[in-house]
């Protein structure tokens, strides 16, 4: 974060300018667990798929 940062970044919070992927299990130890989404983030909202 620079020093001009808004306080919304950074944060994992509706309407935060994060972006977020969550999956079940762990990627560093098994990379399929990157196609077992339990979540998507973009801007702080949730997409619905």
């Known amino acids: 974060m620079g020093t001009?940062?808004?306080l919304s970044e950074?944060?994992?919070a509706r309407g935060a300018d994060a972006d977020l992927l969550a999956v079940?299990?762990?990627p560093t130890v098994d990379?399929?667990?990157l196609l077992d989404v339990a979540g998507v983030?973009?801007?702080g909202e949730a997409v619905h798929r």
């Open 31 to 33: 990379a399929d667990a």
């Open 41 to 43: 983030w973009v801007g």
């Open 10 to 12: 950074g944060v994992l």
């Open 4 to 6: 001009d940062a808004g």
């Open 24 to 26: 079940r299990g762990d």
